[in-house]
């Protein structure tokens, strides 16, 4: 026989998109972060690479 679920409660609800919404700030915040280190060259782990285009005379 079928019963209803439980209602979820609002703080858990709110807790629960908080976390899922935060997940790809931090990931952002990374990428920044690695994205300064190698543009200032204090990123040691890092090479920039940069291709230089070739004039044709």
């Known amino acids: 026989m079928a019963v209803p679920k439980k209602r979820t409660s609002k703080s858990k609800k709110n807790s629960r998109k908080v976390t899922w919404q935060q997940k ?15 543009l200032s060259g204090k990123g040691t782990t890092f090479k920039l690479v940069t291709q230089e285009k070739k004039s044709v005379s």
């Open 24 to 38: 790809p700030q931090k990931e952002a915040l990374k990428a920044l972060s690695l994205a300064k280190s190698v």
